[in-house]
C-alpha cells in the first residue's frame, strides 16, 4: 500500500468521485424581469404543460432547506440522562450518529451559506470600487480635457452613415482655397484668351504689309497677276525638282515639311515670328521692359569678366 | 430620390441575383442606404459597405464622403445565394410614378395581417415591403402596423 502511494507521488490513485455543489439550487431569490414582446398574445391560448409567465430557476433557502432535511426528533432527547442510556446500545450508537450527521450537515449548510454570501457582498464592492474609479478618472480627464471617441476606435457603421448629412460640408478655410482656385483658373483662361488675341492681331499687323493700299502698288499686282508664265521655265523647274527627288530618295512632301519645322524652331529659338519678324511674347517682353533688364544685365557680365565671351567665341 | 430611380435599383439587384453576381454598387444616396440596411436586416444580402465606382474600400481606409469626390461614390452591396440560387429572388416596386399607393395605418394593419389592399397583395412569410412616412423615413410594413402608421408602400422583396 506504502509503495504504490510512493509510486504515485503519495496521491490516491484510481477515479476519484465528481465534487457535487453543496447546495443543489441557488440559495438567493433570481432576480430577472420579463422581456418586453415575448411569450404569447393575449388572445393566443398557449400549449399544454407550460405556462405563459417566466419561469424562473428554482430556488431554495437555507432556511428552508435546513428545516426539510435537518429536521430535530420528535422528542429532544439529553445523551446523560438514564433514559438514553436505558436504551440499549446499538440504537444508542445509531441516535449519537445521526446527531453528528445532522451536526455537521448544519455546519456545511451554514459554511457554505456564508462563503456564497461572501461572494456576492466582495463582487458587489468590486463593483462599486470600480464604478468610483471610473467616475474618478472621468473627472481627472475632464480636467485634463482629454476626450477619447468612442466611434473613432471602430468601423463606422451603415446605419451612422444615416444621422448626420451625407455628404461632409466644406470648412471655411477649404471654402476659400475652392474660391482661389477658381478665380486662377478664370484669370488664367483669360490671359490665354488675350494672348491669342495678340498673336492674330499682330499676324494681321504683318500681313498688312502686303495689303494694296497706294495705286501704283495697285498696278503691280494687277500686271503680277495677269502675267503670262514661261512654260520653258516652267517645265525646265518640273524636271529639276523631279531630279533632286529620284536621286536623294526623299518625296517632295517630306522635304516641305521639314522645311517649315525648321522654320518654326529657328523662329522659336529667335522668337522671331515667320517673316522674320518679332513674336507676340518678344513684343510683350519689350513693352513690360523684360528684354530692356536682360540686355543690361549682360552687358554688367560682359564688363565684368569679358575673358569667358572671348574663349566662348573661339571654341 | 425619386420612385423611377428606386425602380432602377430594384430591377438592378435583381437582373444581378439571376446573372449571380457577388458584388454590385448601387448610388449613394439616402433612400438607397435605408433600402440596403432593411434588405440586409432581413437576410437578403451579405454585406452593405461604401466604394468608388471601380470598387468597394478596403477596411482600412476611411475615405470621406465631400462635394468633391460625392460624383464617384457608390454604395457597394454583396448579394446571396443559397445552393446556388439567389435568395433575393423578386425585388420590385409596388408603387409606380404613375400610380402611387398612400395606405392609412388601418390598410397597413390589413396588409400585414394577410388581407389584400386594393391591388396590393398581401405580405407572405419572408416577404420584406418597405413603407416610406411622410418624413422621409424608410420603414418596415411590420413597424409600420405596430405603430399605427399610414405611408406609401415603396417596394417588395422575396426570394
Partial sequence: ?315 | MSLVKLGYICSHLQNCATRRIPLTSIPYTRQSINVALHLYKEGFISAISKGSVVRPDLPSENIEVTFDNIATRKLWVTLKYRDNQPVLGKFRLVSTPSQKFFLSDVEIKALSSGLSVRKIKPQQPGELILVQLEDKKIIDLQEAAKNNVGGLVLCRART
Fill in chain 1, 1 to 315: 500500500m506504502v509503495n504504490k502511494l510512493v509510486k504515485y507521488g503519495f496521491k490516491p490513485s484510481g477515479v476519484l468521485p465528481e465534487a457535487r455543489k453543496i447546495f443543489k439550487h441557488s440559495i438567493i431569490h433570481p432576480k430577472r424581469q420579463e422581456i418586453p414582446d415575448t411569450g404569447y398574445a393575449k388572445d393566443v391560448p398557449h400549449p399544454k404543460n407550460s405556462t405563459r409567465n417566466l419561469i424562473l430557476p428554482k430556488y431554495t433557502p437555507v432556511k428552508k432547506l435546513i428545516a426539510n432535511t435537518i429536521k430535530n426528533p420528535k422528542k429532544k432527547i439529553d445523551f446523560n440522562s438514564k433514559q438514553f442510556r436505558s436504551f440499549p446500545k446499538v440504537q444508542q450508537v445509531k441516535l449519537k450518529k445521526a446527531k453528528t450527521r445532522r451536526d455537521y450537515l448544519l455546519e456545511a449548510y451554514t459554511n457554505e451559506e456564508q462563503k456564497i454570501l461572501q461572494k456576492i457582498e466582495a463582487e458587489k464592492q468590486k463593483e462599486v470600487l470600480l464604478q468610483q474609479k471610473r467616475k474618478e478618472q472621468r473627472k481627472l480627464d475632464m480636467k485634463n480635457q482629454v476626450f477619447v471617441k468612442k466611434n473613432s476606435l471602430t468601423l463606422p457603421t451603415i446605419s451612422s452613415f444615416l444621422k448626420g448629412p451625407l455628404v461632409r460640408r466644406r470648412t471655411e478655410d477649404e471654402k476659400k482655397i475652392l474660391m482661389m482656385k477658381k478665380k486662377a483658373n478664370y484669370n488664367n483662361s483669360l490671359l490665354i484668351k488675350k494672348e491669342n488675341q495678340a498673336e492674330r492681331l499682330l499676324e494681321l499687323y504683318y500681313k498688312s504689309k502686303d495689303f494694296v493700299i497706294t495705286e501704283e502698288k495697285l498696278k503691280e499686282k494687277i500686271e503680277k497677276a495677269f502675267e503670262i508664265p514661261a512654260q520653258r521655265n516652267q517645265r525646265f523647274n518640273l524636271e529639276q525638282q523631279l531630279d533632286v527627288t529620284l536621286n536623294s530618295g526623299v518625296s517632295m512632301f517630306i522635304d516641305q515639311n521639314y522645311k517649315n519645322v525648321s522654320n518654326n524652331a529657328v523662329d522659336k529659338l529667335l522668337g522671331t515670328h515667320k517673316n522674320a519678324f518679332p513674336d507676340a511674347d518678344q513684343i510683350i517682353d519689350e513693352y513690360n521692359g523684360v528684354s530692356k533688364n536682360l540686355y543690361q544685365k549682360a552687358q554688367k557680365n560682359l564688363k565684368k569678366n569679358p575673358s569667358t565671351v572671348d574663349a566662348k567665341l573661339s571654341v
